[in-house]
C-alpha cells in the first residue's frame, strides 16, 4: 500500500486528500494489525481481525462506499483470518468481513459520501482489488501448505502407530458385544492369519466346548467394563491363549489376545512341583508319626524298669547303679518329651491333630506349670514367678494345649536365663483374649533369630543351648495357638531379656445380667 500510495503521488496521480487519508487508514491498520499477530494469542489475533474490518469499511467510506475504488478493502477480515490458519477465527472474520460490507452499504446509502477523482479512481481500484486479492491469495497459501504439514505430520504419526500395532506381541481387536470382530491388529497366535481374523465370529475361533465361557466374558465385559477369559484354541488342542476384555462403549469392545501356553506350561510345572513337595511333607509326617509310636513302646519298658530300679522295689543295689537308674530314667524322660513333641507337631503339619475343647479354669492348668517346673528352676538358680488373677479365669479350650503352651514357654525361658535371673509367668484376660506371658532377664534373641523362630526345628542359642531341644518348642505353641484361633509375639533385646505373648480368643464371658423393668406404682 505505502509503495503504490507514494507511486501514485511521484506521478501526481494522487494529492492531499480524502483518497491519501484513506490510504493511510489503510496502512495504519495493517501495521497494528501485524504487531498484534505478532503477540501469538488468539486474543491480539481477534482484535487485530476486527482492526481490519473497521479500517476496511471506513476507508471504503472515504472513497465512496461500496461504489468505490477501495471495497474490495471490507474482504480485509477474511485474508487476515485465513493467514493466522486458526479454525475457530474463522466465524469471527467471516462476520467481521459481513459487518465492513454492510457498514459500507448503510453508508452509501444514508449519508453524504465524498467522491474521488476521476484520475485516480482506476488506480485506487487497482490498488485494492491488487492488495486484497494477494493478501487472501498468500493466506490460502500459507494456509494450504500448513494443512498438508499437518497431514503429513499425522500421517507419519498414523504410520507409527500401525506399525507398533502391527509389530507389538498380542493381537488387539475391537468387538461386537455378540463376538463379530471388527479390527484386528498385531501378532496372533501361532496357527492363526490375521487376515483371516476381522469381520469374522470370534467363537469361529475357540474349541466348541469352551465357546459358552468366552460368550459369558463378552457380556459380562459390556456389564461390568472388563473381563478375562482363557481357553484352548479350535486349530490347537494343545494350545492355550488368554483373552483381556474392556469395555468401550455399549456396542464395541476392545480385546487383548495372547498366546499363553509357556505360561501354562509354567504354571502346571509349580502346581506339579507343589504337589510333589505337598506329597513329600505329609509321607515325612506319616513317617515320623509311625516312627514316634514305634519308639515310645519300648521307651515306656524302659523308663518303667529303670523307675523300679530307682525304688529298689526289689531289692536294694549300690549307690553307682542307682544313679546309673536316674540317668536312664531322665535320659528317657528326656526322649519321650521329644518324641511326643515330634508326634504333635507332624498331626498337626497332616492337619489330623483335634483340638478336645472344654470349659476349665485356665489357671489350673498354668499352676500345675508352674509346679513341675519349680524343681528345675530352682537347680538353674533362677526365680520362678507366677502371676495369675486372683477370681477364676473360664476358658473353653483344649487343656492339654494351654499346659503344653506354658510348658514349653516356660522351659525355653529357663534354657536361655543364666543363674540369679528370674522367668515370670502371666496369665491374664483381656475381654475374650487369653494371654499367656512368659518374660525373662536372660541373654536375649538376635534380630536375625527372632524371624526364624517358630519355624519347626529352628533354634536360638550356642551350641549348649541347641543341644537341650530340638526346635519343636516354640513352633508348637504358635501352632497350638493358630488352631484355637490367636497368635504368638515375640519381643527380644539382645543382653536383656526376651518376652513371647499368647493369645487366643477362648475366655468364656459372663453374659450380661437383665435387669428387671420397675413396676409402675398405682394411685388409689
Request: aromatic share 4%; charged share 20%; glycine share 10%.
Given at each position: 500500500m505505502l509503495a503504490a500510495g507514494a507511486g501514485l503521488v511521484a506521478r501526481s496521480l494522487l494529492g492531499p486528500g480524502v483518497e491519501l487519508a484513506a490510504l493511510g487508514v489503510g496502512a495504519a491498520a495493517a501495521v497494528f494489525g501485524a504487531l498484534l499477530a505478532l503477540a501469538g494469542s488468539d486474543g491480539a489475533r481477534g482484535v487485530a481481525i476486527v482492526l481490519w474490518g473497521l479500517s476496511g469499511a471506513l476507508a471504503c467510506q472515504m472513497t465512496g462506499g461500496v461504489a468505490g475504488p477501495l471495497a474490495a478493502w471490507c474482504l480485509a477480515p477474511l485474508a487476515a483470518t485465513a493467514a493466522f490458519r486458526v479454525a475457530r477465527l474463522l466465524p469471527l472474520g467471516a462476520a467481521a468481513a459481513v459487518a465492513a460490507t454492510g457498514i459500507a452499504a448503510l453508508g452509501s446509502l444514508l449519508l453524504p459520501l465524498p467522491h474521488v477523482e476521476p484520475a485516480a479512481a482506476p488506480w485506487l481500484g487497482m490498488l485494492a482489488t491488487a492488495t486484497s486479492a494477494l493478501g487472501l491469495g498468500a493466506a490460502l497459501v500459507a494456509l494450504h501448505a500448513a494443512v498438508r504439514r499437518r497431514d503429513r505430520e499425522r500421517d507419519d504419526v498414523e504410520f507409527g502407530l500401525r506399525e507398533v500395532l502391527a509389530n507389538q506381541p498380542q493381537l488387539l481387536l475391537t468387538l461386537y458385544p455378540g463376538g463379530r470382530v471388527l479390527e484386528a491388529y498385531g501378532q496372533p497366535p501361532p496357527g492363526l492369519d490375521l487376515h483371516d481374523i476381522a469381520s469374522r465370529n470370534f467363537g469361529e475361533f475357540v474349541a466348541a466346548d469352551e465357546r459358552p465361557a468366552v460368550d459369558e466374558a463378552l457380556q459380562r465385559a459390556i456389564a461390568e467394563g472388563t473381563a478375562e477369559i482363557a481357553f484352548t484354541p479350535a486349530h490347537d488342542p494343545l494350545g492355550w491363549c488368554v483373552l483381556s476384555l474392556r469395555r468401550m462403549s455399549s456396542?464395541?469392545?476392545?480385546?487383548?489376545?495372547?498366546?499363553?501356553?509357556?505360561?501354562?506350561?509354567?504354571?502346571?510345572?509349580?502346581?506339579?512341583?507343589?504337589?510333589?513337595?505337598?506329597?513329600?511333607?505329609?509321607?515325612?509326617?506319616?513317617?515320623?508319626?509311625?516312627?514316634?509310636?514305634?519308639?515310645?513302646?519300648?521307651?515306656?519298658?524302659?523308663?518303667?524298669?529303670?523307675?523300679?530300679?530307682?525304688?529298689?522295689?526289689?531289692?536294694?543295689?549300690?549307690?553307682?547303679?542307682?544313679?546309673?537308674?536316674?540317668?536312664?530314667?531322665?535320659?528317657?524322660?528326656?526322649?519321650?518329651?521329644?518324641?511326643?513333641?515330634?508326634?504333635?507337631?507332624s498331626k498337626i503339619e497332616a492337619e489330623r491333630f483335634e483340638l478336645a475343647r472344654e470349659a476349665f479354669d485356665a489357671r489350673d492348668a498354668v499352676s500345675a506349670v508352674i509346679r513341675l517346673m519349680r524343681g528345675q528352676a530352682e537347680?538353674?538358680?533362677?526365680?520362678?514367678?507366677?502371676?495369675?488373677?486372683?477370681?477364676?479365669?473360664?476358658?473353653?479350650?483344649?487343656?492339654?494345649?494351654?499346659?503344653?503352651?506354658?510348658?514349653?514357654?516356660?522351659?525355653?525361658?529357663?534354657?536361655?536365663?543364666?543363674?540369679?535371673?528370674?522367668?515370670?509367668?502371666?496369665?491374664?484376660?483381656?475381654?475374650?483374649?487369653?494371654?499367656?506371658?512368659?518374660?525373662?532377664?536372660?541373654?536375649?534373641?538376635?534380630?536375625?533369630?527372632?524371624?526364624?523362630?517358630?519355624?519347626?526345628?529352628?533354634?536360638?542359642?550356642?551350641?549348649?543351648?541347641?543341644?537341650?531341644?530340638?526346635?519343636?518348642?516354640?513352633?508348637?505353641?504358635?501352632?497350638?495357638?493358630?488352631?484355637?484361633?490367636?497368635?504368638?509375639?515375640?519381643?527380644?533385646?539382645?543382653?536383656?531379656?526376651?518376652?513371647?505373648?499368647?493369645?487366643?480368643?477362648?475366655?468364656?464371658?459372663?453374659?450380661?445380667?437383665?435387669?428387671?423393668?420397675?413396676?409402675?406404682?398405682?394411685?388409689?
Amino acid at each position: 500500500m505505502l509503495a503504490a500510495g507514494a507511486g501514485l503521488v511521484a506521478r501526481s496521480l494522487l494529492g492531499p486528500g480524502v483518497e491519501l487519508a484513506a490510504l493511510g487508514v489503510g496502512a495504519a491498520a495493517a501495521v497494528f494489525g501485524a504487531l498484534l499477530a505478532l503477540a501469538g494469542s488468539d486474543g491480539a489475533r481477534g482484535v487485530a481481525i476486527v482492526l481490519w474490518g473497521l479500517s476496511g469499511a471506513l476507508a471504503c467510506q472515504m472513497t465512496g462506499g461500496v461504489a468505490g475504488p477501495l471495497a474490495a478493502w471490507c474482504l480485509a477480515p477474511l485474508a487476515a483470518t485465513a493467514a493466522f490458519r486458526v479454525a475457530r477465527l474463522l466465524p469471527l472474520g467471516a462476520a467481521a468481513a459481513v459487518a465492513a460490507t454492510g457498514i459500507a452499504a448503510l453508508g452509501s446509502l444514508l449519508l453524504p459520501l465524498p467522491h474521488v477523482e476521476p484520475a485516480a479512481a482506476p488506480w485506487l481500484g487497482m490498488l485494492a482489488t491488487a492488495t486484497s486479492a494477494l493478501g487472501l491469495g498468500a493466506a490460502l497459501v500459507a494456509l494450504h501448505a500448513a494443512v498438508r504439514r499437518r497431514d503429513r505430520e499425522r500421517d507419519d504419526v498414523e504410520f507409527g502407530l500401525r506399525e507398533v500395532l502391527a509389530n507389538q506381541p498380542q493381537l488387539l481387536l475391537t468387538l461386537y458385544p455378540g463376538g463379530r470382530v471388527l479390527e484386528a491388529y498385531g501378532q496372533p497366535p501361532p496357527g492363526l492369519d490375521l487376515h483371516d481374523i476381522a469381520s469374522r465370529n470370534f467363537g469361529e475361533f475357540v474349541a466348541a466346548d469352551e465357546r459358552p465361557a468366552v460368550d459369558e466374558a463378552l457380556q459380562r465385559a459390556i456389564a461390568e467394563g472388563t473381563a478375562e477369559i482363557a481357553f484352548t484354541p479350535a486349530h490347537d488342542p494343545l494350545g492355550w491363549c488368554v483373552l483381556s476384555l474392556r469395555r468401550m462403549s455399549s456396542i464395541r469392545i476392545a480385546g487383548a489376545l495372547r498366546d499363553a501356553r509357556a505360561q501354562r506350561s509354567r504354571e502346571t510345572e509349580l502346581d506339579q512341583a507343589r504337589t510333589a513337595a505337598e506329597a513329600q511333607n505329609a509321607g515325612k509326617s506319616r513317617f515320623l508319626a509311625n516312627m514316634s509310636h514305634e519308639l515310645r513302646t519300648p521307651l515306656n519298658a524302659i523308663m518303667g524298669f529303670s523307675d523300679i530300679m530307682r525304688q529298689r522295689l526289689f531289692g536294694p543295689m549300690s549307690d553307682r547303679y542307682a544313679e546309673y537308674a536316674d540317668l536312664v530314667h531322665d535320659a528317657g524322660a528326656h526322649l519321650l518329651e521329644l518324641i511326643n513333641d515330634v508326634l504333635d507337631m507332624s498331626k498337626i503339619e497332616a492337619e489330623r491333630f483335634e483340638l478336645a475343647r472344654e470349659a476349665f479354669d485356665a489357671r489350673d492348668a498354668v499352676s500345675a506349670v508352674i509346679r513341675l517346673m519349680r524343681g528345675q528352676a530352682e537347680r538353674a538358680g533362677v526365680q520362678l514367678r507366677g502371676v495369675l488373677p486372683s477370681e477364676a479365669l473360664e476358658v473353653e479350650a483344649d487343656r492339654r494345649a494351654i499346659k503344653q503352651i506354658a510348658l514349653n514357654l516356660v522351659s525355653n525361658a529357663l534354657k536361655f536365663t543364666p543363674q540369679n535371673g528370674s522367668v515370670t509367668l502371666t496369665v491374664q484376660a483381656v475381654e475374650e483374649m487369653l494371654e499367656i506371658v512368659v518374660s525373662d532377664t536372660g541373654v536375649g534373641i538376635a534380630p536375625g533369630d527372632l524371624e526364624r523362630l517358630g519355624t519347626p526345628f529352628e533354634q536360638a542359642g550356642d551350641a549348649t543351648q541347641r543341644a537341650a531341644g530340638a526346635g519343636l518348642g516354640l513352633s508348637l505353641v504358635r501352632a497350638f495357638a493358630k488352631l484355637h484361633g490367636g497368635e504368638m509375639c515375640l519381643e527380644s533385646t539382645v543382653g536383656e531379656g526376651t518376652t513371647v505373648t499368647v493369645r487366643m480368643p477362648v475366655v468364656v464371658l459372663d453374659p450380661p445380667i437383665a435387669v428387671a423393668p420397675a413396676e409402675a406404682s398405682v394411685g388409689g
